[in-house]
């Protein structure tokens, strides 16, 4: 049984983005306002520097500035994830280490990307990485990004290892805490990568999920995780539709210029990401302002 609490890993999640000022700085006062809109949500952790972060456009510095910026704004009241993956276990094992000098509570790791290891080399990876902290650590899988899958024998295997506590699960397949719920430690937590398969997840044996929309309009997803841990299915589903417009703005290509876009109609960040993601184009804009004005009319 894994000894390490982990009831910070359930519910929403939001995958903050990392705003960027006129001269491309980190805009530290706007990553403080959106961490404090998660903690009055009622966020049990926050999500920083991944996959909407803009993780790879990111300095070893930033990286560590925003995890001081958010331990600073929690002041313990939440646990601080910090993305810390790479796609060489070096750099991975660097940045888990900045993190945890920098004060996050645990790390999420992503499946290595593009040099395509085999599933030995997965599990070598993140057995390298465990090995090398005192934090929990959360893999990502996200096969679409990566090009490699983590399978579930070699997740299985390693979660033998005490300091690998959970699963951010971008493959697409719901029907995966089911399935491997009897294989897990009980303090294993699995929650769905995205709002799109939050719900199925979540009825499938899924602890939470990660959620974009939950940068823009918190009420609704954090309202759709309460209503469904109540047995209330039919409300939940209801909520869940409701996010479908943002969701599904978010669900394309350059969707994190599409957050940070919707972020911008209301006030809260400005819409600049970094190359190799580009501004919107008006078409663009204008499929955003729509779905991000239907989302607020829905907005319980």
Not at 176 to 200: E, I, K, N, Q, S
């Amino acid at each position: 049984m894994n000894s390490i609490e982990t009831s910070w890993l359930t519910g929403v999640i939001a995958d903050l983005p990392s705003p960027f000022d006129a001269n491309d700085a980190i805009d530290i006062g706007v990553f403080e306002n959106l961490c404090a809109q998660q903690i009055a949500a009622g966020a049990t952790a926050l999500l920083l520097g991944e996959t909407a972060g803009e993780m790879a456009t990111l300095t070893m510095a930033e990286h560590d500035t925003l995890v001081r910026t958010a331990v600073k704004v929690s002041r313990g009241r939440v646990k601080i994830i910090a993305g810390a993956g790479s796609n060489g276990t070096g750099q991975a094992i660097a940045l888990t280490r900045r993190a945890e000098a920098a004060g996050a509570d645990a790390v999420m790791s992503v499946v290595p990307y593009y040099n395509k290891p085999t599933q030995s080399g997965i599990e070598a990876h993140f057995d390298a990485i465990a090995s090398a902290t005192r934090l929990p650590v959360v893999i990502h899988d996200n096969p679409t990004c990566c090009a490699r899958g983590l399978d579930d024998e070699t997740l299985m295997r390693l979660c033998d290892n005490p300091r690998i506590v959970g699963l951010r699960d971008s493959s697409g397949d719901a029907m995966r805490p089911l399935r491997l719920h009897p294989h897990v430690p009980p303090g294993f937590r699995m929650v769905a990568g995205d709002d799109a398969t939050a719900l199925t997840y979540l009825a499938h044996g899924g602890d939470g999920f990660v959620s974009t929309v939950a940068n823009i309009l918190p009420a609704l997803p954090f309202a759709m995780f309460r209503a469904f841990s109540r047995g209330d299915v039919a409300r939940a589903a209801t909520l869940m539709d409701r996010m479908a417009p943002l969701r599904d703005a978010f669900a394309t290509d350059g969707s994190v210029a599409s957050l940070k876009y919707a972020l911008g109609l209301r006030g809260l960040c400005s819409p600049r990401v970094r190359l190799p993601m580009v501004p919107l184009m008006s078409d663009q804009k204008a499929a955003v302002t729509e779905a991000t004005a239907a989302a607020l009319r829905g907005t319980p």
